[in-house]
């Protein structure tokens, strides 16, 4: 019996013993890095290849860790003779940086080798001078060979023609040759008054910049508008394309043909005169050619009301040059059984590809003499009247 009880006894103390939790091993924490201080020039590619003849710009990144703000002057060193180069930051030259305390700050070091140079490659060296220190990155550059590199372009049609209300587009396949897709600039120089925009393809939303893969080609729409009264005469229009540090441009041709705009102007720049019925009224209207290009063969006309006479002096002007006019005397004789009252003469000059009417208002007055005349009916029938009164009255 007491053996069974001590076997419980130790039982029962084994079971609280696994029921205790036991305290877990402390896990052993990594020490911390320690806090970077310091003042650095970098950049992610420090040694790269450019083609002669093209400008590469190259990324320099100033960083601040832990340190007041820090004024860092730049010099670079190195740059092969006859090579352009510059600093820029916001797209301005700069010469030095401040950079506050653990930020950063970029500019961009463009590195232009002329065409034809020649050479494997050239040490450049970028330092940047804060306080007494030197942050110095050393630079390799390399001139590359590659053919396949740069733009392309090749317009459907490089000449158009037509006149100066017209529309003028240019389709233009742009091919990317580089070896990485790339955003393009459009740009378009053309003569001053003429407005350009461009669109892609066939669309209608215009664009200023478009993405091309390496490799592929994309078409582009050159619309041009040139100024309402630009002379007739050829003008040139250049398509230029930038981005990636590729360059190429396009010369265009726009032909302007001359047009002709004739005016018709009543007397004293009036569309109204005044006439009395069966007389002959003259009214001097002027005819103007305000176009790019010589009117010729226009022909005088008018629809007047009926038994009404209108004739031209001159009937026919054989040639009216641009920003000339001509004096054309209208004359407009009413009806004799007109009443007074407006009437409407429509009076045109046609001739070729050009066409101009106007509606002329005549106010008819009707004769002294008919007025005499009414009056004196007027007398006779109250003479008669009053005689037939005096007459007829005594009975």
Same mark, same amino acid.
């Given at each position: ?23 877990? +091993? ?33 990324? +320099? ?51 232009? !080798? !002329? ?39 090749? !317009? ?163 040639? +009216? ?47 002294? +003499? ?26």
């Amino acid at each position: 019996m007491r053996k069974t009880v001590q076997w419980m006894i130790a039982a029962v103390a084994v079971l609280a013993a696994a029921l205790v939790p036991v305290p877990a +091993l402390a896990q052993e924490q990594p020490p911390e890095p320690p806090e970077l201080r310091g003042f650095w020039l970098t950049t992610p590619h420090p040694e790269l290849a450019i083609r002669p003849g093209e400008t590469e710009s190259i990324t +320099l990144t100033l960083r601040n860790a832990n340190l007041p703000p820090q004024r860092a002057s730049l010099e670079v060193s190195g740059v092969p003779d006859g090579w352009t180069w510059s600093l820029k930051g916001g797209n301005r030259d700069i010469g030095a940086v401040i950079v506050s305390p653990n930020a950063t700050e970029e500019v961009k070091l463009e590195l232009t !080798p !002329p065409t034809g140079t020649t050479g494997e490659s050239f040490p450049i060296d970028v330092k940047a001078r804060y306080g007494a220190e030197t942050a110095d990155l050393p630079l390799v550059v390399k001139l590359s060979d590659e053919g396949d590199g740069g733009l392309e372009l090749k !317009p459907e049609l490089p000449a158009l023609r037509g006149t100066a209300r017209s529309s003028f587009s240019f389709k233009v396949e742009v091919t990317n040759n580089g070896a990485e897709e790339t955003l393009f600039n459009l740009a378009a120089n053309a003569p001053e008054g003429f407005q350009t925009r461009f669109k892609r393809g066939y669309g209608s939303e215009e664009i200023t910049g478009l993405p091309i893969e390496a490799g592929a080609s994309e078409n582009v729409t050159l619309e041009v508008t040139p100024a309402r009264l630009v002379p007739a005469a050829s003008y040139p229009v250049v398509m230029e394309v930038s981005g990636g540090g590729a360059n190429a441009s396009t010369e265009l041709s726009i032909e302007v043909t001359g047009q002709p705009e004739v005016a018709l102007t009543g007397p004293q720049e009036r569309l109204s005169g005044q006439a009395e019925a069966g007389k002959e009224a003259r009214f001097p209207f002027t005819l103007a050619n305000s176009g790019s290009a010589p009117a010729s063969d226009i022909e005088l006309s008018a629809t007047p009301p009926s038994g009404w006479k209108v004739a031209f002096e001159p009937e026919r002007i054989d040639m +009216l040059a641009p920003n000339e006019t001509s004096e054309v005397n209208v004359k407009i004789t009413p009806s004799e059984r007109a009443i007074a009252g407006d009437y409407m003469v429509a009076v045109r000059a046609s001739g070729g590809s050009v066409s101009e009417s106007q509606q002329f208002r005549v106010t008819v007055n009707t004769s002294t +003499l008919w007025g005499v005349a009414g009056l004196g009916v007027i007398a006779a029938a109250v003479l008669v009247l009053g005689m037939a009164v005096m007459r007829y009255g005594r009975r």
